[in-house]
């Protein structure tokens, strides 16, 4: 393993080198990054480091958003005193998984690029559409207890692992990209794709683009939100299933609701059928009952993943539950 | 972090043949020639001959690497020296106080809070760093915020009860200095 490495001065220059060659990779916190090099998972021709930009750190927008540059921490945004007064979510997310080294490595945009933590995509050994497209995918014949059953193809059933990523869509976070033509946005729903045929296609950044800036907007007075995650043990490990409510009430009655699940689809998924179930209507137990069971509408379990289907269900109704609780 | 000097040019493409960088070493400045692909924790122990870092897993899982780089406890084998150009890092080697070892040090002695030894110094730095943090209060918080570092030996609860009576200590010292200052002042 011996590649070439640029420190980058800005987003611009980043981007051209990117753009420069087909073997070029990011790398920010490098938690991700080294730990895939060091097991032969990827070999880049070179590494950008992204280290010496200079978007990093927290912001207050005008309208009262969250501005958070893409190389600010795990850390940093986890402990920064309006994620811990304001997005319980958020903070709770954050600190459910790694621990606290990655945390100060770790940076945002890469944690919403990680790469899946499928046993069959991390070994060389195994066939993986992701890692060497076309090969085939040995997870769909093996051991498939923690991947999708939602959004996954014939190709591939791997889930995407980012807690913060779960938090992000349920908060309708947005998405801000350099490349070099300038910067867009978008929505955190899209920022990941589902394979498809092209599981190796991850997200919908271009070639030259990297994530400059995450925008978290306000949240309003009434707004209760929490993050629920179950795991094989309490730390570095990766949700079985996972739920991040945002709920607004208003005088007893749903006003507002963004719910999604991770651990079980090959990006955070929106639970839009659940917010339609709350949306309106107090949050009761019967309410609840319809929530969880409209989140598992449509869900497709493999050989061994059957679980994470109760599962989720039961997350969503617990997660409601404790909401409601909430209610004055 | 993003403001310190580099040793190289920003820009310039490097490697895949070795790169002259700088780092403070606990508290001495220190050149090292590397190629990019080298892990933090194999400079410090093949090109620094530093060996009390110790390598575990080799992926993040175990904490054994853990090093304070810029005073924040990180793994060394998830970082490239090379992206650590112009940091000041801090191991074991310089973990100390003026009168001998450092009191985490002694309090892992008194509380039998390892048998083989080989985390220790990785659960020293990883104590060093969450004590800085000053996010964790209970011996729960303790416990969640040194997750990071598994021992084999199973010595837990003594680490726990180390770092929490020198968190204690240090709390009360603090104390002690506010009050003898509002005394002088």
Redesign the interface.
Known sequence: MSFQFVRASNAAAAARFKSSSDGAMFIAGGSGVVDLLSQNVIRPSLLIDLTGLSNRGIDLTPQGALCVGALTTMAQLAWHENVMTDYPVLMQALLSGATPQVHHAASIGGNLLQKTRCTYYRNSGFACNKRNPGSGCDARSGFNAGHAIFGASEHCIAVHPSDLAVALLALNAEITLEGRNGKRSLPMDDLLRLPGDTPHLESSLAQDELIVSVEIPRLSRNTRSAYSKVDEHNSFSFAVVSVAAVVEIQNGLVSNARLAAGGVAPKPWRLASTEAAILHNELNEKTIENAALAAIQGAIALAHNAHKVELLKRTVTGILTQLAGHQS | ??EQV?T?Q???????DT?RIQMRVNGQARYLEV???T?LVDAIRDHLDLLGTKVGC????C?AC?VLING????S????A??DDGDELQTIEGVRSVDGLHPLQKAFIEHDAFQCGFCTPGQIM?GL??MR?G?ARTAQDVR??M??NLCRCAAYQNIVAAILEVQQQAKADSQKAALLEEVHS
């Open positions: 972090m993003s580099k190289y920003t820009d310039k493409i490097l490697g895949p790169v190629p990019p692909q892990t080799a992926h993040g899982q904490g853990t924040e406890r990180r793994h084998c998830l970082t490239l090379i992206m990883s760093g969450l943090e996010h969640e915020q997750s990071g």
